[in-house]
């Protein structure tokens, strides 16, 4: 099972569990990286740009792209936090967007487009109107004339669309993305997921059909995804490697022992020697079973230690720890066998 399941309320809404519900949900691999797409036109004053992502549905095991699109705020003053998957409790665990008064943390990812890992650059409220920085937003100055030109350094150019876990954003949230988690929070408005449940239902936009460069990365509108309207990704942000690459299942990515594939068992040495080849046998069958006792001692330590109460961060903070032993583990014991490998009996020359 590559799902595990963590019930903290109720299913509000009939759409995946991973796409603004109160079910959180850890994936054991992590979603592709953001595809390369030009952002649409804003199609009116008061639209805010909500970035595209990736969300998950368990009933194909794949994750599928939910077009980036504009969106009128649910109230005046309100801002738009992304959302985002985070590493947490064995799999990478999606954690809901939400409008607010001030933005929150989305896990420091670079979504483009004045969402470039903390904060929003791409407009401002202002005595009850929304200004939009021409800088980073696509915005039709002939029909909006609420607008500013702030130039923004952006940094952040990475394409990775998850934080912590193997090759995720090393990032945590500020002071003040944590006090804003406290504030007054609006769930996700009806367009957006009419725009997650269109998205769900096209199989062009999964994964796996199209390798992280969906046909249809934004729309012009939430739910209008004719043809007029929509915007084709450019390109992949990386070259896509699917769920086995970033499976728990491979050494170099398993956070604990147990996610390990079994030790692998030598073939039996024939050198033509009988006692030195059954020595050497019986030499790597203790090896082995040393080592799987090794694995079982890890893998009961960082389950007492999964025993303790802990907040996200601590928690992420505790599986990068896991990892990074899991990790020593596998080298320590590939280095074992090579060392034993080498010391294997040789056949003797013919005369």
Same mark, same amino acid.
């Given at each position: 099972?590559?799902?595990?399941?963590?019930?903290?309320?109720?299913?509000?809404?009939?759409? @995946?569990?991973?796409?603004?519900?109160?079910?959180?949900?850890?994936?054991? *691999? +992590?979603?592709?990286?953001?595809?390369?797409?030009? /952002?649409?036109?804003?199609?009116?004053?008061?639209?805010?740009?909500?970035?595209?992502?990736?969300?998950?549905?368990?009933?194909?095991?794949?994750? &599928?792209?939910? !077009?980036?699109?504009?969106?009128?705020?649910?109230?005046?003053?309100?801002?738009?936090? @992304? =959302?985002?998957?985070?590493?947490?409790?064995?799999?990478?665990?999606?954690?809901?967007?939400?409008? +607010?008064?001030?933005?929150?943390?989305?896990?420091?990812?670079?979504?483009?487009?004045? &969402?470039?890992?903390? +904060?929003?650059?791409?407009?401002?409220?202002?005595?009850?109107?929304? *200004?939009?920085?021409?800088?980073?937003?696509?915005?039709?100055?002939?029909?909006?004339?609420?607008?500013?030109?702030?130039?923004?350094?952006?940094?952040?150019?990475?394409?990775?669309?998850?934080?912590?876990?193997?090759? +995720?954003?090393?990032?945590?949230?500020?002071?003040?993305?944590?006090?804003?988690?406290?504030?007054?929070?609006?769930?996700?408005?009806?367009?957006?997921?009419?725009?997650?449940?269109?998205?769900?239902?096209?199989?062009?936009?999964?994964?796996?059909?199209?390798?992280?460069?969906?046909?249809?990365?934004?729309?012009?509108?939430?739910?209008?995804?004719?043809? %007029?309207?929509?915007?084709?990704?450019?390109?992949?942000?990386?070259?896509?490697?699917?769920?086995?690459?970033?499976?728990?299942?491979?050494? %170099?990515?398993?956070?604990?022992?147990?996610?390990? =594939? !079994?030790?692998? %068992?030598?073939?039996?040495?024939?050198?033509?020697?009988?006692?030195?080849?059954?020595? *050497?046998?019986?030499?790597?069958?203790?090896?082995?079973?040393?080592?799987?006792?090794?694995?079982?001692?890890?893998? /009961?330590?960082?389950?007492?230690?999964?025993?303790?109460?802990?907040?996200?961060?601590?928690?992420?903070?505790?599986?990068?720890? %896991?990892?990074?032993?899991?990790?020593?583990?596998?080298?320590?014991?590939?280095?074992?066998?090579?060392?034993?490998?080498?010391?294997?009996?040789?056949?003797?020359?013919?005369?």
């Amino acid at each position: 099972m590559r799902t595990i399941r963590f019930l903290l309320a109720f299913l509000a809404l009939a759409i @995946p569990a991973s796409t603004f519900a109160q079910v959180r949900v850890a994936i054991s *691999f +992590g979603p592709p990286a953001l595809p390369i797409y030009e /952002q649409p036109v804003c199609p009116g004053d008061g639209y805010i740009w909500t970035p595209g992502f990736w969300a998950y549905d368990d009933n194909i095991a794949d994750y &599928y792209w939910v !077009p980036g699109t504009w969106v009128l705020a649910p109230e005046v003053g309100f801002l738009w936090t @992304p =959302p985002y998957w985070g590493w947490g409790s064995g799999g990478f665990i999606w954690n809901e967007g939400y409008w +607010g008064p001030t933005i929150g943390f989305y896990g420091g990812i670079n979504y483009g487009f004045g &969402y470039f890992g903390h +904060g929003y650059g791409g407009g401002r409220w202002d005595n009850g109107h929304f *200004f939009y920085n021409r800088s980073v937003t696509n915005i039709d100055v002939t029909v909006i004339h609420n607008v500013y030109n702030t130039t923004i350094v952006n940094n952040n150019v990475t394409r990775v669309s998850y934080n912590g876990g193997t090759g +995720g954003i090393v990032d945590h949230p500020t002071p003040q993305e944590q006090a804003a988690a406290d504030e007054r929070h609006v769930q996700p408005v009806a367009a957006q997921t009419d725009q997650a449940r269109t998205a769900r239902a096209n199989p062009n936009l999964r994964a796996s059909v199209n390798h992280g460069a969906p046909p249809i990365a934004a729309t012009s509108k939430a739910g209008d995804f004719s043809e %007029h309207s929509v915007v084709a990704a450019k390109a992949a942000g990386e070259p896509y490697k699917g769920a086995s690459g970033g499976t728990g299942t491979e050494p %170099h990515n398993a956070v604990h022992p147990k996610e390990l =594939p !079994p030790i692998t %068992h030598p073939a039996p040495v024939d050198s033509g020697n009988p006692k030195a080849d059954q020595k *050497f046998q019986q030499q790597q069958d203790k090896l082995i079973a040393k080592q799987g006792q090794e694995r079982e001692a890890l893998q /009961q330590k960082q389950e007492a230690e999964h025993q303790k109460t802990l907040n996200d961060a601590q928690t992420q903070k505790l599986e990068q720890k %896991h990892q990074q032993q899991t990790q020593q583990l596998v080298e320590k014991h590939t280095q074992e066998q090579a060392t034993l490998q080498s010391r294997a009996p040789q056949p003797k020359p013919r005369k």
